[in-house]
């Protein structure tokens, strides 16, 4: 017997951006929430890092980090890439640490 997904109802579809210091200078993107939507965080990050010419992976249940601030350029390359993710749908929280 099969026992339904009831957390991937429950949860909101929501994607978080935020940046997360990485020594003096450097910075890391995080993008959290993709899985919501059903999108392969694998296949997800190898765009990221061709299309940013950075490394990016999956960390955790659902969370992408890319290497460098790019989180201006996610509002508009995601929507683009993938259809199901309204621009309306993303959402900044700004600078946060990494736990």
């Not at 992976?57 to 969370?63: A, F, I, P, Q, Y």
């Amino acid at each position: 017997m099969m026992k339904a997904k009831k957390k991937e109802a429950e949860q909101e579809k929501k994607i978080i951006l935020s940046i997360a210091p990485r020594g003096k200078k450097k910075a890391v993107t995080v993008v959290q929430g993709m899985k919501t939507f059903g999108i392969d965080l694998k296949v997800a990050s190898k765009f990221f890092s061709s299309k940013f010419a950075c490394s990016s992976s999956v960390t955790g249940d659902d969370e992408i980090v890319i290497q460098g601030d790019v989180k201006d350029e996610l509002f508009d390359v995601l929507p683009a890439k993938f259809p199901e993710i309204d621009e309306d749908l993303i959402d900044d929280i700004g600078e946060r640490k990494r736990s």
